[in-house]
């Protein structure tokens, strides 16, 4: 029962790195099979938002196969698929769809380059000239299209400066005449560039932790890379691998001195770039159930191990004479201990746990068979919620409990008490 205007409105108003627990359920609204809002239009605009959302966030690929599950051959979503396939390098298919029916798209820049992409250069450069003359190209994308249908022009052309408003078209033709543009300035998605194996190991590693920071990549993935060879300098990126080698290796070894050690310093590391639930995620269940680690490292392997999928797990190895892990414990269980709460942080969490019902605020759109609106809404409201923002906490959590997103709500709660207040 919601419109279109209000869903897509809520897509265009999600946070680029949320919450971990909120980024998953973002993917999980936006990637599900869905029925459009009643009143959407034939301009497919419930879908293209959930398109630039995920673009937004780095999601060339799940974006990709839910345009390719939507069928998009057609004019209304061409053009997307276009983009996306460009960021990932696999225009072939949908070039090969517009050189079949040009009526697809009205981008003459896209139909030159697929044209020419099908093999059809003739055709291309007529395409060209008849562009330029109705004067339907921008400079940037004129002087790129004239190099790249004629390869001896690049010699003698100077080079161009990155253009103000890239494209992914752009972005491929820049790399075509031998002038590809770092990524680091770009939206997050074209880093996905960056992950080719023609790539340096350091642009790797970089596209990488951008990318698992908004769950883009999994977390294998960037372990992979940190571990793929010895760091090659120190400082910066190099401390990150430096780290989560000797923190590998302490792990495999089982040395619980040289565990401690290294666990300091690679989750300060991590924190620093916004990573800790990828590692948390990558080494959480091995820290639960080490033994012998000193007191202030076991406190932290805890913690680490709560922001993990095996959080219940992980809360049976919990401190209960010490009331900050006592009261973790018992969140991480469903039921967060009242009496612990000792900051209005915890006690808002604690309310949530309380509640028997969505809040007042998001049960008219569940009465009004709104049930994605309101998530959404929820989601959003926590997500943005300030350092002060208890009762916009307290709402969201239980209302997503009230809707069966149980998982979600504890490791949200989790997620903030450890990492945003560092409980």
Known sequence: ASTERAVTAQFARLAPEPLPAIQALYYTLLLAEAEA??????????????????????????????????????????????????????????????????????????????????????????????????????????????????????????????????????FRLYESVGEPLPTQGLPRAYAMADLRPSSGWKARIDAAERLTRTGALPPNRLLGLYTERSPAASGGVWARVAAMQAFDAALTNGQPDAIATALSEVWRLMREQRLSVSFAELYGKDLASLDGLPGPARALALRISLLSPEYETAAQGANPDDPAEAFLAGLARGAPPEKLADTPLKQAVARAFDATGPARTHAGMLEGDKLGQAILTAALQLDQAGPRGFDDISNSLATLRAVGLEDTARRAALQLLILERGT
């Open 37 to 170: 809002p009643a009143d959407a239009g034939a301009g497919a605009g419930f879908l293209k938002a959930r398109l630039a959302a995920l673009e937004r966030f780095g999601a060339v690929d799940p974006a990709l196969a839910l345009i390719e599950r939507a069928g998009p051959a057609t004019p209304a979503l061409f053009d997307r698929w276009l983009d996306l396939a460009l960021l990932v390098g696999t225009e072939d298919t949908p070039c090969k769809a517009l050189a079949d029916n040009p009526s697809l798209s009205q981008r003459y820049g896209a139909r030159i380059f697929c044209t020419a992409r099908a093999g059809d250069w003739q055709t291309a450069a007529l395409l060209y000239e008849t562009a330029l003359a109705l004067d339907l190209l921008s400079a940037t994308e004129g002087d790129l299209l004239a190099q790249f249908l004629d390869p001896d022009m690049v010699e003698n052309s100077h080079a161009l400066a990155p253009a103000s408003d890239m494209t992914p078209l752009l």
